[in-house]
């Protein structure tokens, strides 16, 4: 079973327009800021054959406030994981390459999937390789041709 990463804007969140305006869409090849590192990450994950006991998703609503982040991810409909995850967007928005902004936004979803991993005892060996793997791809504009026809 696969494991899907999903990027949303917290709701009070100053940078909400922010994520939605550089969100991007897959589906035309328009990766954006949050869509590549999600989807290439969480494709990554499905060619792992990582098992995650049950979880096929992990939604992570990100907002700049630490007091609004949740100490822990909290469990909802038995198969998916939320977790509010504090981004530095003003660090994000200092990148002026896209790419670079794409690798940060990555290497902050694969902190705090790692978090995670630890509450619920994952192997983390193969998460760590998944995420050398994403970042290489997006760091040398390598990614594969069959990745965009993929739905995950």
């Known amino acids: 079973m696969a494991l899907n990463v999903t990027i949303y804007p917290g709701y009070n969140s100053i940078y909400k327009e922010y994520i939605k305006k550089n969100y991007g869409n897959i589906f035309f090849r328009n990766p954006g800021i949050f869509t590549l590192p999600s989807w290439l990450y969480s494709y990554g994950?499905?060619?792992?054959?990582?098992?995650?006991k049950g979880i096929q998703k992990i939604s992570m609503v990100l907002s700049e406030f630490e007091d609004k982040v949740l100490m822990a991810p909290s469990k909802v409909l038995g198969a998916i994981i939320q977790y509010n995850?504090?981004?530095?967007?003003?660090?994000?928005?200092?990148?002026?390459?896209?790419?670079?902004?794409?690798?940060?936004?990555?290497?902050?979803?694969?902190?705090?999937?790692?978090?995670?991993?630890?509450?619920?005892?994952?192997?983390?060996?193969?998460?760590?390789?998944?995420?050398?793997q994403t970042h290489e791809q997006i760091e040398n504009d390598r990614i594969p041709d069959e990745f965009w026809d993929v739905r995950i």
């Open 45 to 52: 994950l499905f060619n792992a054959k990582i098992k995650f």
């Open 85 to 132: 995850c504090q981004m530095d967007f003003e660090a994000l928005k200092s990148f002026n390459i896209l790419k670079d902004q794409q690798l940060f936004v990555l290497s902050r979803m694969h902190e705090a999937v790692l978090q995670i991993a630890d509450l619920y005892n994952w192997e983390k060996d193969g998460l760590i390789q998944v995420f050398q």
